[in-house]
């Protein structure tokens, strides 16, 4: 990615609006990167989200079976 870059002024002074447009400028980049990246992430963070729910689920099942007591009620 090529990087672009202006020069300063031919005074060589660097203005306040100078400063602002600039941050603007990276602002907006900014903000462009962030919204192309939103549904990556939220897909990501679901699909983490669903895959703990599912080791929650096969672990307590495995300790439930694991532990189990048989109680054996006999009539005299």
Do not use: H
């Amino acid at each position: 990615m090529a990087r672009q870059s202006r020069s300063a002024p031919p005074d060589g002074e660097v203005t306040p609006a100078d400063i602002r447009a600039k941050l603007a400028e990276i602002d907006g980049s900014v903000q462009t990167t962030a919204k192309a990246a939103a549904p990556i992430g939220l897909a990501a963070g679901l699909g983490t989200v669903f895959l703990l729910l599912l080791l929650a689920y096969f672990l307590g099942r495995r300790r439930g079976t694991k532990g189990r007591t048989v109680v054996e009620i006999r009539r005299i």
